[in-house]
């Protein structure tokens, strides 16, 4: 894996994220999912949640789960600083505590190692504040946005600060879905305004450090990559299928910047054939591969529950497969 990102002639294309069940998916195959366990997984994952509201003991009663597109978790910024004081301490975080023993072992087995959360400078203040109000918020409560978003790099780089220095990671992976199926969900101007400086303190925080950024966007976040590229992200997922294109993106950005190119999920997989599966991973490489490296494959998302097995055996095998013989013609 790091051979990959750092352009280095990896042996063969790297998995990661590769099997990514979705909701219900081990629920619905139960043992049948052994089967996968032949197939390799390059990265090891350690997950912490950085912000939990139901954990937070606010003044006033919050939905469990969040606001996503309903209830506000801060319903009236008048609540904002109340929110802020009750961040978590990440020095005295315990969650770092718990993931010693996981890095450790990690480490003796020479493994690269994430350290993870879900959502961002997007996603999470969409989680607090529900979409609708987020995107309005933009316009009429800029100065509360911006200090949302102050206190929650704070918070992230207080994390990035205290992990880089015990658990010691290669990389740090994040979220923002940024896109949706024909564009970013923010005008370049307002990216530019309300993102940006908050993604460039977080990357200077992991160059420092000298960890990789790995950050997931679902949706056409074409226009947007030079300004992740600017902030410092080095491993992009998921290239989405039918909203980004494979040759344009590759060509364009593809010496600047890794991709972790996402298998389809959404038609692909549950309702392609095996053949037109190996075929779609075959064409990923050749677009995506470069001599020295650059590329990696996973999931697109969480594959379905309708998802035939033998597509996903197909996929798996396959970019073990042809990736290594794509990479044996560099040599």
């Known amino acids: 894996m790091k051979r990959a990102i750092e352009r280095n002639c990896p042996p063969r294309i ?5 099997k990514f069940w979705g909701e219900g998916f081990v629920k619905s195959h139960g043992k049948q999912l ?8 390059d990265v090891e994952m350690l997950w912490i949640q950085p912000l939990d509201v139901d954990k937070m003991n606010l003044s006033w009663p919050v939905r469990k789960g ?13 609540q904002l600083d109340e929110f802020i004081d009750k961040f978590p301490d990440p020095e005295t975080d315990r969650q770092i505590d718990a993931l010693m023993q996981q890095a450790g072992k990690a480490q003796q087995q020479d493994r690269y190692t994430l350290f993870c959360w879900w ?15 987020l995107l309005t918020d933009y316009y009429l409560y800029p100065r509360q946005v911006h200090k949302l978003h102050d206190a929650l790099c704070n918070l992230y780089c207080g994390y990035i600060e205290r ?4 658990l010691k990671p290669d990389a740090f992976f994040t979220s923002d ?3 949706h199926q024909s564009q970013p969900m923010l005008s370049h101007d307002l990216f530019e305004e309300f993102l940006y400086p908050y993604y460039r303190r977080v990357g200077e925080v992991l160059q420092r450090h000298g960890l990789h950024w790995w950050l997931h966007s679902c949706g056409n976040n074409t226009p947007l990559l030079p300004d992740l590229i600017r902030a410092g992200v080095d491993v992009f997922h998921p290239v989405q299928k039918h909203t980004m294109d494979y040759e344009f993106v590759a060509r364009e950005f593809g010496r600047d910047i890794v991709f972790l190119v996402g298998i ?5 997989l549950p309702s392609g054939s095996p053949q037109q599966v190996r075929e779609e991973v075959e064409r990923i490489i050749d677009i995506f591969d470069a001599p020295d490296g650059g590329c ?18 197909a996929y798996l095998q396959h970019v073990l497969d042809y990736g290594s013989d794509h990479r044996k013609r560099f040599k």
């Open 177 to 179: 879905d940024l896109g």
């Open 34 to 41: 052994n089967a996968f366990d032949r197939y390799p997984d």
């Open 296 to 313: 990696c494959i996973g999931a697109g998302n969480g594959i379905l529950p309708d998802t035939p097995l033998e597509n996903i055996h």
């Open 163 to 166: 992990v880089a220095k015990t």
């Open 119 to 133: 959502r961002f400078f997007f996603e999470r203040p969409w989680a607090l504040r529900g979409m609708e109000n």
């Open 264 to 268: 389809d999920v959404q038609n692909l």
């Open 14 to 18: 790297p998995l990661a994220l590769a």
């Open 66 to 78: 969040g606001a996503r597109d309903s209830a506000s978790v801060i319903r009236d910024w008048s």
